[in-house]
């Protein structure tokens, strides 16, 4: 029987385990903190606590056959590959294994297209980690045939975490910054890219997952305010915007995404192409 192990159970992650539970996969991972364990077990999950200060028990990845790593990498590297590294290279049976990274990769681009062939440029502390984090799981690829697949992610939207949501919530804003342009994925969108990679594995291969359209992010605010019937917030020079560092940080970065891999080799065709399906769907 198909086994799932994902380290780190967020947004992305329990979507792709709500779809292998209704296939009947037996699946499972980490969390941080007992309470999210024990949430997450109420859904049928097998958990164990893992903070990336100590390695899980031997027994926690018997039987896995599939290994999905969604864990941040930290100041001191991915601690997903600095504990459990060599017991994955080890593991009898495992077929498949899936990282996800970030577009933020390719660091800042003044708009410009990149696919997965362009080299990387990371240009923030994050986006530097996540690629050394990538050197280090096809580097296991390249020596001891661990079948890693690498997703660069981009920007990540779904139910409750959407344009949608935040006018509703009355905390969206219309950003402007003249030339400015975000790639997106519809969460349910990674899910069809990860469930086919899984019937198509290719170790050490690379797919950006982003959709159809960039597109500057006050331009997302407006059609969701569309959908909704309501007035879309005024217009915010992104000097005058409040922004959390973190969220200043990703304005830093502007490129346009080619997903054309994951159509040829992977056979996905996106439910939501642009935010306008998306958004739609939320709505």
């Known amino acids: 029987m198909a086994r799932l192990f994902c380290f780190g159970i967020g947004f992305t992650a329990q979507a792709l385990l709500?779809?292998?539970l209704a296939e009947g996969w037996q699946v499972g991972g980490t969390a941080r903190t007992p309470?999210?364990?024990?949430?997450?077990?109420?859904?049928?999950?097998?958990m164990v606590q893992f903070d990336g200060s100590a390695p899980l028990p031997a027994s926690s990845l018997e039987g896995v056959t599939h290994v999905l790593v969604s864990v941040p990498p930290g100041e001191?590297?991915?601690?997903?590959?600095?504990?459990?590294g060599a017991d994955l290279s080890a593991l009898p049976g495992l077929a498949w294994v899936g990282y996800l990274s970030t577009?933020?990769?390719?660091?800042?681009r003044e708009g410009a297209w990149v696919d997965e062939d362009t080299p990387i440029a990371p240009d923030l502390p994050r986006s530097l980690?996540?690629?050394?984090a990538e050197r280090g799981w096809l580097t296991l690829h390249e020596r001891h045939g661990l079948p890693v697949h690498i997703f660069r992610l981009a920007g990540i939207y779904g139910p409750g975490r959407s344009a949608v949501d935040n006018l509703r919530a009355g905390t969206a804003q219309r950003i402007v910054k003249p030339g400015q342009v975000f790639c997106?994925?519809?969460?349910?969108?990674?899910?069809r890219v990860l469930r086919a990679s899984m019937e198509r594995p290719n170790p050490g291969r690379i797919y950006n997952v982003a959709d159809d359209e960039p597109a500057p992010p006050q331009?997302?605010?407006?059609?969701?305010?569309?959908?909704?019937?309501i007035a879309p917030p005024p217009e915010v020079p992104f000097e005058q915007a409040t922004l959390s560092p973190m969220a200043r940080s990703f304005y830093q970065d502007s490129k346009r995404v080619k997903n054309q891999r994951i159509r040829q080799e992977l056979g996905v065709t996106l439910l939501y192409p642009t935010y306008r399906e998306g958004l739609k769907a939320l709505v």
Do not use: F, M, Q, S
Request: with cysteine; net charge negative; charged share 30%.
């Open 184 to 191: 997106r994925i519809h969460v349910d969108d990674i899910v």
């Open 103 to 108: 577009t933020g990769v390719y660091g800042g």
């Open 76 to 84: 001191d590297g991915d601690p997903v590959l600095r504990l459990h």
């Open 129 to 132: 980690r996540r690629a050394e």
């Open 219 to 229: 331009d997302v605010i407006v059609h969701a305010a569309e959908l909704l019937g």
């Open 35 to 46: 309470d999210k364990c024990a949430a997450l077990e109420a859904k049928g999950l097998r």
């Open 18 to 20: 709500r779809t292998l």
